[in-house]
């Protein structure tokens, strides 16, 4: 079973590293061609982020293959100090797919674009890291059937696996890339079995093992792949901040322009659905006269939109209503940009929102947007 673990192991080795390479190719190409997109919305700036990370984590796994390899060859993949690399590879696979998915904008609320919680996180991470490295100094390494050493790891990984199958199987189907999405989720519930016969030794059978690491990893790889082109797909479809247009003309009604959508100062008339006209017409003028943190509007909990409903509706009631083909529908990412920590700002430009001095009047004399008075002028 030597060659077949050494095999494995060059094999895992190779693929990861061409994967990383691959990855940061992608990364390195997406800022050469779009980077005054990205430079324009931000926003798009945590996505780039996350694919390094995610290269990273995959450069991890090459660290973790030539480790394997050197305590294979070597005979030393029972020791102690072995257990101790591991668990340092471990480690920083873990922190680097944590760090990838704080850029997704799939990924649990508590995750995305969240410092605090992402800080609290990397700190159980490093916390688990030392109890690990703790039990396996003061642990025989040969035990009966579990290695308790490996249970805050293990425990660790199923957490992060949750959160990777997440965020990836919500971000291919808002792709329309439904098998993609089921493959991705299958491929990170493999890598998951693939850890249980280091916690649990019986489970480890060698050969089988095995297979199912590589089958895992090169899916992932794979996936990881599939998830960078799409997004190059995705930000070269997104109309650019600088060439939409929007005007406030009246109650319910607002023309609209988005060069790229081909549509062309289209009038919108919301008519009775006044709650969408009025959340559209909030976010245009926290855009427009709003100042860092009062051009945000928090969605969710305790903000001034209850839920993430009220945008969704206000994109289908433009489709709707406009009666766009397919591939001139919008799409939220298209008007508004996530900031995070719940909060969400219309990506239109300030200079580009017009809004009728009529319209603004009887808007702030309502008693229920006095708030809007302090920057609006």
């Known amino acids: 079973m030597k060659e077949v673990a050494i095999f494995h192991t060059l094999a895992h080795l190779s693929i990861a590293f061409i994967g990383a390479i691959l990855l940061l190719a992608i990364w390195y ?12 919305d931000d926003s798009l700036l945590r996505v780039d982020k996350g694919l390094v990370y995610l290269s990273l984590a995959l450069f991890v796994w090459v660290g973790s293959g030539t480790w394997g390899y050197l305590g294979t060859h070597w005979s030393f993949s029972q020791t102690t100090t072995y257990l101790l690399g591991v ?27 969240n410092e605090k919680n992402i800080s609290k996180i990397i700190a159980l991470i490093l916390l688990v890291s030392v109890l690990t490295i703790g039990l396996n100094l003061y642990l025989p390494t040969n035990q009966a059937s579990i290695r308790v050493a490996g249970i805050p790891d293990l425990l660790l990984s199923s957490f992060l696996c949750c959160l990777l199958s997440y965020s990836l199987y919500k971000t291919f189907i808002d792709r329309d890339l439904k098998i993609v999405a089921y493959i991705a989720v299958l491929s990170v519930f493999l890598m998951f079995i693939a850890q ?28 990881f792949l599939v998830l960078a082109t799409s997004w190059v797909i995705e930000l070269a479809s997104t109309p650019r901040p600088s060439e939409m247009m929007i005007q406030f003309l009246d109650w319910s009604l607002v023309k609209i322009s988005i060069p790229s959508k081909e549509i062309y100062d289209q009038v919108i008339d919301f008519g009775s659905k006044t709650t969408q006209y009025k959340n559209l017409l909030k976010f245009a003028l926290r855009r427009k006269w709003g100042e860092g943190q009062e051009q945000c509007i928090v969605v969710g909990g ?29 799409e939220r990412r298209d008007i ?38 302090s920057f609006c002028n």
């Not at 190409?29 to 324009?40: H, M, P, T, V």
């Open 29 to 40: 190409n997406i800022r050469k061609r779009f980077n005054n997109r990205l430079e324009e």
């Open 87 to 113: 668990s340092l590879f471990s480690t920083l696979n873990n922190l680097f797919l944590l760090l990838a998915l704080f850029y997704f904008s799939h990924a649990p609320s508590f995750i995305y674009n």
């Open 196 to 223: 249980l016969p280091e916690v649990f030794t019986e489970l480890d059978d060698g050969f089988t093992n095995k297979l199912i690491k590589i089958i895992s990893k090169t899916s992932l790889i794979s996936i």
């Open 302 to 330: 305790l903000g001034e939109l209850k839920n993430q409903t009220y945008l969704s509706r206000i994109i289908e009631n433009c489709n709707n209503i406009l009666q766009l083909q397919e591939h001139q529908q919008l």
């Open 336 to 373: 508004f940009t996530f900031i995070g920590n719940g909060q969400y700002r219309l990506r239109i430009l300030p200079e580009h929102i017009i809004i009728e001095e009529g319209l603004l009047d009887e808007f702030l004399k309502s008693p229920d947007n006095q708030n809007y008075n």
